[in-house]
Structures are given as C-alpha cells and as structure tokens.
C-alpha cells in the first residue's frame, strides 16, 4: 500500500538574517496563524503560507522569498536547520563580527536587493529598523524562482516508470508516456521540450497484451509435461 508523504525542503539557518531569526522565535512563542514552530535547531513552516503572507505583509522579506522559493520548486513545507547545508539560489548570511548574521554576496542567490526590514512587515524589531540584502516580494516570478536540477544518469539496468518518465540521450528529450490504449515515445529536441516533435511511435496496449498471452502459450507448449 502507498504512504502518505509531504515535500520538505530542508534548509540551512543561514538562509534567515538576523531579524528573520528573531521575529520567527517571537512568533513561535506568542502563537500564529502562520504556525511557525521553533525547534533547538531552527525552525518549520508550511510553504503554503506564502501567499497569505505577501499579500498581508506578515513576514520579513528573505523569509517571504524562501517560501516562495519552496513553493515553486514543489515544496510542502520548509525545514529550517542549522546543520542543513547551503541551498544554492537562496541569499545566505553568515557569522560576522560580534555574532552578528553578515550577507554572503559569494554565495550563488537569484536576484539581489537591499530592502529595509521594517518597511515590508508588520512587526517591530527590538534592533529598530534593519537593512538586509533580500528580494523584494514580488520582485521574481515563480517560474524564475524554480531550480532546475541536473538529471541522474541511468546505468544500464532495469527501471520501472509506471506513469511515463523523460530521458536525456543526447541531444534528444524523450518522452516515454502510457494512456488507456496506447504506450508512446517521442524525441523532441533537448531543452526545447515545447517545439515540434521529430518523431513518435504508438503501440496499442491491446497489441501487446495480445504478444504476451502468446508468448505465454508457446513457453507452455514448449514445457515438457509432468
């Protein structure tokens, strides 16, 4: 039987600057509609929650754009954690000076943008006002946002794609898809998935369901008997 799973994106702390961290452990202790929940090593919270909080102005700006960074990458929830590693895409801070959380401009982040805190959400800062370097809401699209991960290549073996999957060969994008009567490949060309088609082969799933009952028959004609 199949299991119930979510999509957790697990996140480094370091993601959060200084006055995310704070507002978050604040929120986490006075009750929210957002349910944030602190743990010892960070935090948790539903990437849902995006769209509530940017059209309401409820969260700090880096933590507002790491939702949406879950959410368009297909993320249930986000998982902040101080041992987690560097997600590439989003800004990151680190240690500087006197313990304080200093911008990593080395770190390889989508847009860039200096915005002050308080400006951009509804909640006062023991520190006062705080710029960071973060992306403005609604600065990027989701589709901008989305990480396009490198494929895994496949050794030679047996693989099972009940619904279909995508292949990388060479040049070519191929899609190997199933449907109530046929099973299908198509090339397209790599990368440019939406273009014309150079080709497709259908075969009838009656055709070959029909190739296997007779396969079938032959073994068992071809079986000596007991």
Known sequence: MPLNKINVLDLSTGHLSEPSRIFMCAAAGNGNRLGIMAREEGFFIGAAHADVAEDEGLLPPDLLHCLRFARANGMDYLLFDRNADPQPGLPLYLEGPHGALAFDPDHDWIGSMSVNVADHFD????????????????????????????????????????????????????????????????????????????????????????????????????????
């Open 123 to 226: 909640y006062v800062l023991p520190t006062g006002k705080v710029t960071i370097e973060a992306v403005r809401p609604g600065a990027l699209s989701d589709e901008q946002l989305v990480i396009r991960e490198t494929p895994k290549p496949l050794e030679d073996a047996d693989y099972e794609a009940p619904e279909g999957c995508w292949l990388s060969v060479g040049e070519a994008s191929v899609r190997i898809g199933i449907n109530d009567e046929t099973i299908f490949a198509e090339i397209l060309p790599l990368g440019y998935e939406m273009a014309e088609s150079h080709g497709r082969i259908d075969v009838l799933r009656s055709d070959l369901a029909a190739s296997i009952e007779e396969e079938k028959r032959a073994l068992d004609a071809d079986s000596p008997s007991l």
